[in-house]
């Protein structure tokens, strides 16, 4: 899938069913989702994902964040109750439209398109904090490569990125026999899977194994600090939080 193709399915999302396409709750289908309910649970995320750094003794540093793959602004406003700034990115400009609506930050919050396979729009060490969640599944791995030594670079000496990606896929009965059809036809159960019209928009899962993320993660020059099974995912695939960290600049004078 080439990225104008992610580009116009995440779009399509937006105009039809964006909160649901976030956070795929069966039962929220339908724009069943109270805007409310809905970012509260980003609130609740982020207060969980900064106590856990907490209690590995990590101290998250403070500045500017950055939350890639924002959507309408779910876990970018609740990342401003905490870091000094927050940038949110996007691909789809229907999902960004939104985010601008729903900001109750002001200018804490700014929202950017990106429709490249990576974050020039950044200069490197711009951000103290990278986070990213249910973003990098939905996009192939040649993609999600990219963008992973990415977070890397615009992050500041000192910073930590924390971003999650399905390891492996578990497969039950019917996923074995889905694995044998016909790529025409697991293309048209796919979309029948997550209640789109055979002409609307496509959500793909994408898996990366751990090893080739953390190889990604030390060739970039951070250091894995950290990974987190994430047992709240879609039980179909073994979902991972990496933590990296970017060492900090040694400032010893020459010996």
């Given amino acids: 899938m080439e990225l104008a193709d992610l580009q116009k399915n995440w779009n399509e999302f937006g105009k039809r069913d964006p909160l649901w396409a976030i956070l795929t709750d069966p039962a929220k289908q339908g724009n069943r989702w109270s805007s409310d309910e809905f970012f509260q649970t980003g609130r609740r995320e982020i207060t969980a994902l900064l106590a856990h750094l907490h209690s590995l003794s990590i101290a998250p540093p403070?500045?500017?964040?950055?939350?890639?793959?924002?959507?309408?602004?779910?876990?970018?406003?609740?990342?401003?109750?905490?870091?000094?700034?927050?940038?949110?990115?996007?691909?789809?400009?229907?999902?960004?439209?939104?985010?601008?609506?729903?900001?109750?930050?002001?200018?804490?919050?700014?929202?950017?398109?990106?429709?490249?396979?990576?974050?020039?729009?950044?200069?490197?060490?711009?951000?103290?904090?990278?986070?990213?969640?249910?973003?990098?599944?939905?996009?192939?791995?040649?993609?999600?490569?990219?963008?992973?030594?990415?977070?890397?670079?615009?992050?500041?000496?000192g910073g930590i990125a924390v971003f999650q990606l399905p390891s492996a896929t578990v497969r039950t009965a019917r996923e074995h026999i889905k694995?044998?059809?016909?790529p025409r036809l697991l293309h048209l159960a796919r979309r029948v899977r997550h209640g789109t019209r055979t002409d609307g928009p496509t959500m793909e899962t994408h898996v990366?194994?751990?090893?080739?993320?953390?190889?990604?993660?030390?060739?970039?020059?951070?250091?894995?600090?950290?990974?987190?099974?994430?047992?709240?995912?879609?039980?179909?695939?073994?979902?991972?939080?990496?933590y990296a960290a970017k060492p900090a600049l040694d400032h010893s004078p020459a010996i």
């Fill in 62 to 157: 403070t500045g500017r964040a950055l939350d890639f793959g924002c959507g309408v602004g779910r876990l970018t406003q609740a990342l401003a109750m905490h870091f000094n700034s927050v940038t949110g990115i996007d691909i789809a400009p229907s999902m960004l439209e939104l985010a601008e609506r729903y900001n109750a930050h002001g200018p804490r919050c700014s929202y950017l398109l990106n429709e490249e396979n990576n974050l020039h729009i950044f200069a490197e060490d711009t951000f103290a904090f990278v986070y990213s969640n249910y973003t990098l599944q939905h996009m192939p791995p040649e993609h999600a490569t990219r963008y992973i030594t990415e977070f890397i670079r615009v992050l500041r000496p």
């Fill in 179 to 182: 694995a044998a059809l016909p």
């Fill in 208 to 242: 990366m194994a751990r090893e080739v993320v953390e190889g990604l993660l030390t060739a970039s020059g951070a250091q894995v600090i950290h990974v987190l099974h994430n047992p709240r995912h879609d039980r179909r695939w073994t979902s991972l939080l990496y």
